[in-house]
């Protein structure tokens, strides 16, 4: 006799590449959307955290101000103070208070973001 061929084995191969290209596919795609994703999870959280950074400074900036406007006349009153002790205490605070407006610009900055 003559070989046969039985191509039901050729067609039942082919259908499985087909299917396995498919799933392949469709976990491309998922693991696109699992790294999408993180992303935004991660860009949330960077937000999250400079919230958090803009409200600490927006406490310390009230501290600040509720200092200035208490305690800054008594210690310059103070008769502890010595007069050229005077100029290194109002430039210490003038210091903290730049430093104060310079943190403005980082909580307009978070303000601002496209994330928000």
């Known amino acids: 006799g003559m070989p046969t061929y039985d ?36 860009k949330v959280s960077s937000v999250v955290e400079q919230l958090r950074a803009v409200e600490e400074i927006g406490q310390n900036n009230q501290r600040l101000i509720n200092v200035m406007q208490n305690d800054l006349q008594d210690i310059l009153n103070s008769p502890y103070i010595k007069p050229d002790e005077v100029s290194r205490v109002v430039e210490s ?15 307009d900055e978070v303000l601002s973001s496209d994330y928000l």
């Open 93 to 107: 605070f003038d210091a903290i208070v730049q430093n104060s407006l310079d943190t403005v610009d980082f909580i």
């Open 7 to 42: 191509n039901t084995n050729f067609i039942s191969l082919v259908k499985q590449l087909i299917e396995s290209g498919k799933q392949t596919a469709q976990m491309i795609k998922s693991v696109k959307f699992l790294k999408d994703a993180k992303e935004a999870i991660e």
